[in-house]
């Protein structure tokens, strides 16, 4: 059964950081493309970044940009959000998503509608 589990969410101050790990069991993480998301009450669920299985290259929304870094240890199974620089506008939840099998090559465009699993995310607030 595929799953992935989101952790490493809390509260933070503005400026501070936080690593965010998204654990899968059911498949080897290593052989897919993952994408992380996040959605913010009221607003529409937007990609953060995204990790490319076919050359290894990494993907950032504007916003995020020079602030969050995407890794992975395939040893482990997990995929990590490094966040650094936190802005009051990163408070969301965060979720973890697998493409298909069929397409988990590249990222594309990687909208939420191109990820076919989903973990259940994990809460990340900045405030003072």
């Known amino acids: 059964q595929v799953q992935l589990v989101e952790s490493g969410g809390g509260l933070v101050q503005p400026g501070g950081s936080l690593r965010l790990s998204c654990t899968a069991s059911?498949?080897?993480?290593?052989?897919?493309?993952i994408g992380w998301f996040r959605q913010a009450p009221g607003k529409e669920r937007e990609g953060v970044s995204c990790s490319s299985l076919s050359d290894g290259s990494t993907y950032y929304a504007d916003s995020v940009k020079g602030r969050f870094t995407i890794s992975r240890d395939n040893a482990k199974n997990t995929v990590y959000l490094q966040m650094n620089s936190l802005k009051p506008e990163d408070t969301a939840v965060y979720y973890c998503?697998?493409?298909?099998?069929?397409?988990?090559?590249?990222?594309?465009?990687?909208?939420?509608?191109?990820?076919?699993?989903w973990g259940q995310g994990t809460q990340v607030t900045v405030s003072s």
């Open positions: 998503a697998r493409k298909s099998a069929r397409d988990r090559h590249y990222c594309g465009s990687w909208l939420p509608g191109d990820f076919s699993s």
């Open positions: 059911g498949f080897t993480l290593e052989y897919y493309t």
